[in-house]
């Protein structure tokens, strides 16, 4: 009688690849991590990950270095994320232009938005607001529209790049309220601000990170939160919703990740990191000065809000004609 071995052996495999995965794990981080962010310095993306790689540079012992690749609607960032060794020593912190924007305007786009990267989570979200020059003759919503609507394609809009959630806030508000402006498309958020404060655009499509700060200062004036619901660090800004057109949210999000093949260890590691972080007092306070809601990653709710933005946003794309070669 023989007694077969290979159930054994095959435990004792799997036991010894837990043991070196976990440890890997354990491992990590034991040299510098770069955190490349595909946007110029200053804008809403990399704002988070500079918070979050300084509390993470604290609590593992290694440098987090924030990275800024900007370029090609993120492409150039993203790209070189997703070609790069999976070992969680380069990571991308970027949102919906990389992940759900890009993915609708672009033909042969290098890279696949839920198959080229392992991915730690949402990280941060931010609502989008609406914003005018003090001069510009129009303090809300309905001045807006009417203002517009009687001298169409006389008044311009910026946004921080063609095909960026700040372009696609931009359309979302045109279908909504049939409002028609030109388009004038930034590199980035700061020289699109810089435009506003100085009255080279009128009207722009920001986030409320980049925003808080001029808003405060009186520099620039909201017309009006793009959310559902009114932020608490500027509750006298209406929203698009409540001027008229319910059911308008747009909001945007950062997500932290690596290269598709990062060991499962290491990307667990990062989201139990970011999870503590997020859940701090300081970074909670820091975070909501800005504007900013810290989140608990979870690889379920960045798959469930990039497949459903794909199709919110290739709706509004084909509607408006939309593309980017």
Same mark, same amino acid.
């Given at each position: 009688?023989?007694?077969?071995?290979?159930?054994?052996?095959?435990?004792?495999?799997? *036991?010894?690849?837990?043991?070196? $995965?976990?440890?890997? /794990?354990?491992?990590? %981080?034991?040299?510098?991590?770069?955190?490349?962010?595909?946007?110029?310095?200053?804008?809403?993306?990399?704002?988070?990950?500079?918070?979050?790689?300084?509390?993470? $540079?604290?609590?593992?012992?290694? @440098?987090?270095?924030?990275?800024? =690749? %900007?370029?090609?609607?993120?492409?150039?960032?993203?790209?070189?994320?997703?070609?790069?060794? @999976?070992?969680?020593?380069?990571?991308?912190?970027?949102?919906?232009?990389?992940?759900?924007?890009?993915?609708?305007?672009?033909?042969?786009?290098?890279?696949?938005?839920?198959?080229?990267?392992?991915?730690?989570?949402?990280?941060?979200?931010?609502?989008?607001?609406?914003?005018?020059?003090?001069?510009?003759?129009?303090?809300?919503?309905?001045?807006?529209?009417?203002?517009?609507?009687?001298?169409?394609?006389?008044?311009?809009?910026? *946004? #921080?790049?063609?095909?960026?959630?700040?372009?696609?806030?931009?359309? *979302? #508000?045109?279908?909504?309220?049939?409002?028609?402006?030109?388009?004038?498309?930034?590199?980035?958020?700061? %020289?699109?601000?810089?435009?506003?404060?100085? /009255?080279?655009?009128?009207?722009?499509?920001?986030?409320?990170?980049? +925003?808080?700060?001029?808003? &405060?200062?009186?520099?620039?004036?909201?017309?009006?939160?793009?959310?559902?619901?009114?932020?608490?660090? #500027?509750?006298?800004?209406?929203?698009?919703?409540?001027?008229?057109?319910?059911?308008?949210?747009? *909001?945007?999000?950062?997500?932290?990740?690596?290269?598709?093949?990062?060991?499962?260890?290491?990307? &667990?590691?990062?989201?139990?990191?970011?999870?503590?972080?997020?859940?701090? &007092?300081?970074?909670?306070?820091?975070?909501?000065?800005?504007?900013?809601?810290?989140?608990?990653?979870?690889?379920?709710?960045?798959?469930?809000?990039?497949? +459903?933005?794909?199709? =919110? #946003? /290739?709706? !509004?794309?084909?509607?408006? /004609?939309?593309? !980017?070669?």
């Amino acid at each position: 009688m023989s007694i077969s071995t290979r159930p054994f052996k095959s435990g004792v495999f799997a *036991s010894v690849m837990f043991v070196c $995965t976990a440890a890997w /794990g354990q491992a990590y %981080p034991s040299k510098p991590v770069r955190i490349i962010v595909p946007f110029t310095a200053g804008g809403y993306a990399d704002v988070s990950a500079r918070i979050i790689a300084q509390a993470l $540079t604290e609590r593992l012992g290694q @440098p987090f270095v924030v990275d800024n =690749r %900007p370029g090609a609607g993120t492409v150039i960032g993203s790209e070189a994320v997703a070609r790069s060794q @999976p070992d969680g020593y380069t990571l991308l912190a970027t949102g919906a232009s990389t992940f759900t924007v890009n993915p609708v305007l672009m033909r042969n786009l290098p890279y696949d938005p839920l198959k080229s990267f392992a991915v730690v989570g949402i990280v941060t979200r931010t609502p989008m607001v609406l914003l005018a020059h003090p001069s510009f003759p129009a303090d809300s919503v309905k001045d807006l529209v009417a203002l517009a609507g009687a001298n169409p394609g006389k008044y311009a809009y910026g *946004s #921080f790049g063609a095909g960026t959630i700040s372009h696609f806030a931009a359309e *979302s #508000f045109a279908a909504a309220t049939g409002v028609q402006m030109l388009h004038v498309p930034y590199k980035g958020s700061t %020289p699109l601000m810089n435009d506003l404060i100085g /009255g080279q655009v009128p009207v722009s499509f920001d986030t409320l990170v980049v +925003a808080a700060p001029q808003m &405060r200062s009186g520099k620039v004036k909201a017309l009006a939160m793009m959310t559902k619901d009114r932020t608490s660090l #500027f509750p006298q800004v209406p929203t698009v919703a409540e001027s008229g057109y319910p059911g308008f949210d747009v *909001s945007t999000w950062v997500a932290l990740a690596g290269a598709a093949g990062t060991p499962e260890a290491i990307i &667990r590691k990062l989201r139990e990191e970011v999870t503590a972080i997020v859940s701090q &007092r300081s970074v909670i306070e820091r975070f909501e000065a800005l504007g900013v809601e810290g989140v608990k990653p979870t690889a379920e709710e960045f798959t469930r809000n990039v497949q +459903a933005d794909l199709q =919110r #946003f /290739g709706k !509004i794309a084909r509607d408006a /004609g939309m593309k !980017i070669e």
